[in-house]
C-alpha cells in the first residue's frame, strides 16, 4: 500500500473518538481504520443492492439448499470440551 503525506483539515474530536472506538494510537491509524471501514460499507451497500436487484432464481435457490458435509480437518479439536454440548 503506497502511504502519501498529506495536510488536511479535521474535526480533532471525531479522530479522538475514532481512536478511542478502534484502539488507534495515531491520527493516521484512526483516519485510515475510518477510511477502510467507510469503503468496506460501502462495499457492502452496494452488493446488498445488487442482490435486490437480481434476486436468486430457483436454481440459484435450490443449489443453496443442498445438504453439504462440512469438513473443517480439525479432527484433533475437541469442541464439546472448548464450548461444552452441541445442538
Given at each position: 500500500m503506497v502511504r502519501e503525506?498529506?495536510?488536511?483539515?479535521?474535526?480533532?474530536?471525531k479522530v479522538r473518538s475514532v481512536m478511542t472506538l478502534s484502539s488507534?494510537?495515531?491520527?493516521?491509524?484512526a483516519i485510515d481504520r475510518a477510511l477502510d471501514r467507510?469503503?468496506?460499507?460501502?462495499?457492502?451497500?452496494?452488493?446488498?443492492a445488487a442482490?435486490?436487484?437480481h434476486p436468486l432464481d430457483d436454481d440459484e435457490a435450490t443449489l443453496g439448499a443442498l445438504p453439504v458435509r462440512l469438513d473443517?480437518?480439525?479432527?484433533d479439536v475437541d469442541y464439546e470440551m472448548l464450548?461444552?454440548?452441541g445442538e
Open positions: 503525506k498529506v495536510t488536511i483539515t479535521l474535526d480533532r474530536a488507534s494510537r495515531s491520527m493516521s491509524d467507510f469503503i468496506d460499507d460501502a462495499e457492502l451497500r452496494r452488493d446488498v442482490y435486490v436487484r473443517l480437518g480439525d479432527d464450548y461444552g454440548e
